[in-house]
Nanobody
Framework: QVQLVESGGGLVQAGGSLRLSCAAS????????MAWYRQAPGKQRELVAH???????NYADSVKGRFTISRDNAKNTVYLQMNSLKPEDTAVYYC??????????WGQGTQVTVSS
C-alpha cells in the first residue's frame, strides 16, 4: 500500500501563489501516476493535474498555464505550484497515487482558499 500526506494549503488573495506538496511512503516502487484532484463545496471531485513516472503531465483546462505539477522521485514527493490563483480555485485539494499492484491511494486533503 501507499500512504500520502499533503501539505501547503492555506488562505491567499486572488492573484497569489501557493505550492502544495504530497509525500508518499510505503510501497512507492509501485506508483505509476500521481495526481492532484480538488473538490469544492457542493461539487464533484475533479482532476486538476497528473504526472506519470516518466514525467508526462496533463492538466485540466481550467488550470493550464497557471498550475504546474512536478515530482521528485528521490523524495517520493509530488508538488503542485499554483500561480495566479482565482476564487474559483477554492477547494480541498487531494493527492492521489495510481499503482501497479494496489488500490489507488488518497491523501487526507488540504484546504486552499482564495479570497477576492
Amino acid at each position: 500500500q501507499v500512504q500520502l500526506v499533503e501539505s501547503g494549503g492555506g488562505l491567499v488573495q486572488a492573484g497569489g501563489s501557493l505550492r502544495l506538496s504530497c509525500a508518499a511512503s510505503g510501497s512507492t516502487f509501485s506508483i505509476k501516476v500521481m495526481a492532484w484532484y480538488r473538490q469544492a463545496p457542493g461539487k464533484q471531485r475533479e482532476l486538476v493535474a497528473h504526472i506519470s513516472s516518466g514525467g508526462s503531465t496533463n492538466y485540466a483546462d481550467s488550470v493550464k498555464g497557471r498550475f504546474t505539477i512536478s515530482r521528485d522521485n528521490a523524495k517520493n514527493t509530488v508538488y503542485l505550484q499554483m500561480n495566479s490563483l482565482k476564487p474559483e480555485d477554492t477547494a480541498v485539494y487531494y493527492c492521489n497515487a495510481e499503482t501497479y499492484h494496489y488500490p489507488n491511494s488518497w491523501g487526507q486533503g488540504t484546504q486552499v482558499t482564495v479570497s477576492s
